[in-house]
Structure formats: C-alpha cells, structure tokens
C-alpha cells in the first residue's frame, strides 16, 4: 500500500492536511529542503512511499492563478551557463512525473522585484523557494514526488504579504492532498 508524506517549507502551508497523514516542515529555502527530505528518506524504508510537495508559489506571468502541478523544477539561482562552461552538468532542470506542464523556478531569492520576475518569466510561470531541493533528494533516493503549488502572490511587492495570504492557499492544498489520497487509496 502506498504511503505518503507531506513536505511544506513552513507549517501554515501545512495547515489543512488531513489527519494522519505524516507532515515534514523542511525550513525556508532549498538547502533546508533538501536536508529535511534526505533525512527523512535516509531514516525510513521508501519502497512505497510517495512525497507530496506542498506550498504556494509565486506567479511569475500575469493572470498565472490557482492550483498547479509543476512538470518541470529549475534551480534559477545557479550559474549553470559557467559549470556547464568547465565541462560539468549543473542539473538545473529535473523533471516531474504527473505535472500538468507547467514549469516553477525554484531558487533561495525570495521574489519581488519585477526585473527578476521578468527575467524568470522567460522560462517558467512560477516561483519558488524549495521545490528544487525536495525534488533532487527524492530523486537521489529513488523515490516518487508530486510536486502541489498554489499562486498566493504575484512575486511582485504584493509577495510581502504572504503571512497573509498563506492560509486561503493552505486550504485548498489541503483539499487537494485529501482529495488525491482518497482517489489513490491511501
């Protein structure tokens, strides 16, 4: 049977996953991300679990809302143009299995500026903090993830009132974990 773990960066994007279901805070930023997820990997059998990513995301395009699966995860705070330039592969972009397609930009700068924004627009819709790192640990492990985000903010200056705005995002990524659990059989 499988099983599955919720990873959110910060308890309130937790808020409204139902009980039971096993809830790892990984801290602000991809290397926290990482950390958390590969201890917690490392510290369990994972022949059947599943790691479902939850968290809102900033809006990278205008009119970009709701709910996505992203298909595709970029490291965009890496220079990847340089290591590849010494002959190395940066892995800036891992793919995601059972995305809808849509591409999130994950790095450790906490978006607000509008020439970032633009600049990250070029190759993704959204943005943020962990994403990257919660899905390299998983896939170093071998294990399976979906990665859930909810648009809370444009990644413009309105992104400084996430504290609150965090709770109506919480919500519906806690119907969307209830609801995918349930159709799965866990």
Same mark, same amino acid.
């Given at each position: +049977?499988?099983?599955?773990?919720?990873?959110?960066?910060?308890?309130?994007?937790?808020?409204? /996953?139902? $009980?039971?279901?096993?809830?790892?805070?990984?801290?602000?930023? *991809?290397?926290?991300?990482?950390?958390?997820?590969?201890?917690?990997?490392?510290?369990?059998?994972?022949?059947?679990?599943? %790691?479902?990513?939850?968290?809102?995301?900033?809006?990278?395009? #205008?009119?970009?809302?709701?709910?996505?699966?992203?298909?595709?995860?970029?490291?965009?705070?890496?220079?990847?143009? &340089?290591?590849?330039?010494?002959?190395? #592969?940066?892995?800036?972009?891992?793919? %995601? $299995?059972?995305?809808?397609?849509?591409?999130? &930009?994950?790095?450790?700068?906490?978006?607000?500026?509008?020439? %970032?924004?633009?600049?990250?627009?070029?190759?993704?819709?959204?943005?943020? +903090?962990?994403?990257?790192? /919660?899905?390299?640990?998983?896939?170093?492990?071998?294990?399976?993830?979906?990665?859930? *985000?909810?648009?809370?903010? !444009?990644? #413009? #200056?309105?992104?400084? !009132?996430?504290? &609150?705005?965090? !709770?109506?995002?919480? *919500?519906?990524?806690? $119907?969307?974990?209830?609801?995918? /659990? &349930?159709?799965?059989?866990?």
């Amino acid at each position: +049977m499988t099983q599955y773990v919720v990873v959110s960066a910060v308890r309130g994007e937790a808020r409204y /996953v139902p $009980e039971g279901l096993p809830v790892v805070i990984t801290g602000v930023g *991809k290397t926290a991300a990482a950390v958390a997820v590969a201890r917690l990997l490392g510290e369990r059998d994972t022949s059947d679990l599943v %790691v479902l990513n939850v968290g809102t995301t900033g809006a990278l395009r #205008d009119g970009v809302s709701g709910l996505y699966l992203p298909s595709t995860v970029i490291n965009h705070d890496v220079n990847a143009e &340089a290591i590849r330039g010494i002959g190395l #592969d940066p892995q800036e972009e891992l793919a %995601v $299995e059972g995305g809808d397609g849509s591409v999130l &930009a994950s790095g450790d700068v906490f978006v607000t500026d509008p020439v %970032v924004r633009a600049r990250l627009a070029e190759r993704a819709q959204l943005v943020d +903090m962990e994403a990257y790192g /919660v899905v390299y640990a998983c896939r170093e492990f071998g294990v399976p993830v979906r990665v859930v *985000k909810h648009v809370s903010d !444009d990644a #413009d #200056d309105s992104a400084r !009132d996430w504290p &609150a705005l965090v !709770d109506r995002s919480a *919500k519906i990524l806690g $119907e969307w974990v209830t609801e995918f /659990v &349930a159709s799965s059989g866990g």
